[in-house]
Each structure stands twice: as structure tokens, then as C-alpha cells.
């Protein structure tokens, strides 16, 4: 990592918690001669008026903290994936298996990015476009997961689903669930999907309570191109990392591949993905550990 000059922060709005990290963190970082960058949201907290526009902010800064949840950071992965700035992502209390650093360890953490000690996660985003007449009215990146929903008055959808070409099934459910291997502990996870280790190349998808009791979650090399065809003549809706969505419309097209670009996530020295999954999913401790009662 190139020295850093300018830090991007990006915090959740209205967090009370949020705006006292804040506080110290900006000090932190000008006693270091770092140049701080944020958006009229995070500014406000502070009382400051806001450096750049929100989009801008990931061309600039030599790094990006993020202080929040899960939402947050999906919300600031969408915009940073084309710099391939490195994010670090700082949880302010919730579950958060994406922003697995913790408060006591944010400023330790910090030292070691300064010092070039700290090493970078590549996570995979998909791109998601809608075709609709041959022609693509939206384009998107995720870093979690696609959802496809039935509508408030559709009684199940109709999804005919190809990888590479290849038709693979229809689906009749109430939805069905695209995701990264980020995105495999969160509604994937709920659905019955596995659990994958952020560094598999591969991809999950699965059924929301499938019509016929077979159609299983699948995984599927990350390399291929999924296409869901909309077949049902009533309200279906798309819904990506469970913050923007689309209706799709019966006969659309919905596209998606691995997006060239990752984003890149400071992982937190001594910590490792199996130890996130335990304290987060409540997993039981080593035999050693529970010796003596």
C-alpha cells in the first residue's frame, strides 16, 4: 500500500455511537498530517461541512474507513470497486460479518495499515444487468447477493435459469437468491444455502421455499454467466444487497457474472474468517476450552 495522504470516512447516519469514533478518529488521523474526506452525511455528524460529493471520494483517498454495519459498507463497496482502494471497515455494534473490525481493535489496526504491515481480502462483486428487449436498462454490482422476490399479490414465481448457456432448471418458489461467497451468511444462509469461505471462486444459488421439495441450493463455478428468465405475468421484484431493486417485468432478462474489479477489505491481523464465524453464529468453543467446565 502507497503512503496514505488522504483517508475517505464513511459512517452510519444518525449514529450517536458513530459520531463519537468520529471525533476521535478524525483528530487521530490530522495529528498524522492525513487530509479527511467525507460525504454531507458523515460531515454532519461532526458538525463539519461535507469535502466532496459522495461518489468522488473513493478517487481520492489513498484509504477508506467505513464505520458502521454490513449495510453501510455495501452501500460504500458499490462505489469504491472501481479505484481499488483498500476499505477498512469498523463495526459499531451489530452482527456485521463484513465489518469484523471491532472498536478496541480499530486504532492497532490502524498503526499496522500506516506502517504497511496490514494485508488486503479480495471479495468478488457480481454485476447485475436487466435486459429487457434486447437492450440493458440497468446495470449494478453487488457484493452480497441478488434476491428475487414475488410481489405483494403474486402467489409464486416462474424463473428459468441458464449458467453459461446451459439451461440448468426452472424454478417455481417464492423467490430465489444469487450469491457471492460473502454474501453466503446472510439471506442465502436463512434459505438453507451453505456457508463459503470468502476466497472460493463459486457462487450459490437458492430457492426460496421451492415449489418441488429437489430444487436444492447448488453451487456453481464464479466464473459463469447466470441468465433468469422472468416467465411470470404478475409482480416480480429484484432486489440487490438488500438496498436498491427493480420490478422485473414478465419476459426480462436478468444477467449476472463476476465483475472484473473486487473490492479489497484490510483484514485485521491475528483474526481469521473461522473465528468470525464463531463468535457470530454462536458456534461452539474448541474441546480445550470447555475442559474443567
Given amino acids: ?44 455528524l461532526v458538525e463539519e461541512s461535507a469535502t466532496h460529493e459522495r461518489e468522488d471520494i473513493p478517487r481520492l483517498a489513498d484509504l477508506v474507513i467505513v464505520l458502521g454495519g454490513d449495510g453501510t459498507l455495501l452501500s460504500v463497496a458499490r462505489i469504491t470497486h472501481p479505484t481499488q482502494v483498500p476499505i477498512l471497515a469498523v463495526n459499531l455494534g451489530s452482527l456485521g460479518f463484513l465489518t469484523d473490525v471491532s472498536l478496541a481493535e480499530l486504532y492497532p489496526t490502524l498503526e499496522k495499515v500506516f506502517r504497511k504491515e496490514s494485508r488486503t481480502a479480495s471479495r468478488m462483486l ?34 428459468e435459469v441458464q449458467v453459461n448457456d446451459q439451461y440448468m432448471t426452472s424454478y417455481r418458489a417464492d423467490g430465489l437468491i444469487v450469491s457471492t461467497p460473502t454474501g453466503s451468511t446472510a439471506y442465502s444462509l ?63 432478462l436478468l444477467e449476472l457474472k463476476p465483475s472484473d474489479q473486487p473490492v479489497n477489505l484490510i483484514e485485521v491481523p491475528g483474526k481469521n474468517y473461522y473465528q468470525i464465524l464463531r463468535q457470530k453464529l454462536h458456534w461452539g468453543r474448541p474441546a480445550d476450552d470447555q475442559k474443567g467446565g
Fill in 190 to 252: 436463512s434459505a438453507g444455502g451453505p456457508i463459503l469461505h470468502p476466497s472460493m471462486n463459486a457462487l450459490v444459488l437458492s430457492p426460496i421455499c421451492p415449489f418441488t421439495l429437489t430444487n436444492r441450493p447448488i453451487v456453481i463455478p464464479s466464473n459463469a454467466t447466470i441468465q433468469i428468465h422472468q416467465t411470470t405475468d404478475e409482480e416480480v421484484r429484484i432486489t440487490l444487497d438488500g438496498q436498491t431493486g427493480y420490478d422485473l417485468r414478465a419476459d426480462d
Fill in 1 to 44: 500500500m502507497a503512503s496514505i495522504k488522504r483517508v475517505g470516512i464513511f459512517c452510519k447516519p444518525k449514529s450517536d455511537l458513530g459520531r463519537e469514533v468520529l471525533i476521535e478518529l478524525t483528530a487521530w488521523l490530522r495529528k498524522r498530517q492525513c487530509e479527511v474526506l467525507m460525504p454531507t452525511d458523515t460531515a454532519e
Fill in 126 to 159: 457480481l454485476q447485475a444487468r436487466v435486459i429487457r428487449n434486447r437492450l440493458a436498462i440497468t446495470e449494478d454490482f453487488v457484493l452480497n447477493d441478488v434476491v428475487i422476490n414475488k410481489g405483494t399479490l403474486a402467489r409464486i414465481v416462474n424463473l
